[in-house]
Nanobody
Framework: QVQLVESGGGLVQPGGSLRLSCAASGFTLDYYAIGWFRQAPGKEREGVSCISSGVGTNYPYSVKGRFTISRDRAKNTVYLEMNSLKPEDTAVYYC????????????????WGQGTQVTVSS
């Protein structure tokens, strides 16, 4: 059974950091790209970052320089390290998979996790 489980969200002050995890089961990351997306209240879901299968090319999309995506093959887990967080980063963060290569549009991805809430506030 394919499953993606996000964790690591929470409340953080502006300028702080969080590391989100996306634990995959039922498949191997070797053949799938994993994307991180976020959705704020009243807004459309947007791509945050993505790591492709194989060599793991990173696509930072909208948060270049502040967020870093990485992958641990042994743990079958993808991480999103978020630094210098801003109030506008507040959203539910999701991970999802698609075959091999990254795409920015959420509609290109299947098998979504349940999401984890990130709130940036003082």
């Amino acid at each position: 059974q394919v499953q993606l489980v996000e964790s690591g969200g929470g409340l953080v002050q502006p300028g702080g950091s969080l590391r989100l995890s996306c634990a995959a089961s039922g498949f191997t990351l070797d053949y799938y790209a994993i994307g991180w997306f976020r959705q704020a209240p009243g807004k459309e879901r947007e791509g945050v970052s993505c790591i492709s299968s194989g060599v793991g090319t990173n696509y930072p999309y909208s948060v270049k320089g502040r967020f870093t995506i990485s992958r641990d093959r042994a743990k079958n887990t993808v991480y999103l390290e978020m630094n210098s967080l801003k109030p506008e980063d507040t959203a539910v963060y999701y991970c999802a998979r698609r075959l091999r290569v990254c795409m920015e549009s959420p509609s290109e991805f299947v098998n979504w996790g349940q999401g984890t809430q990130v709130t940036v506030s003082s």
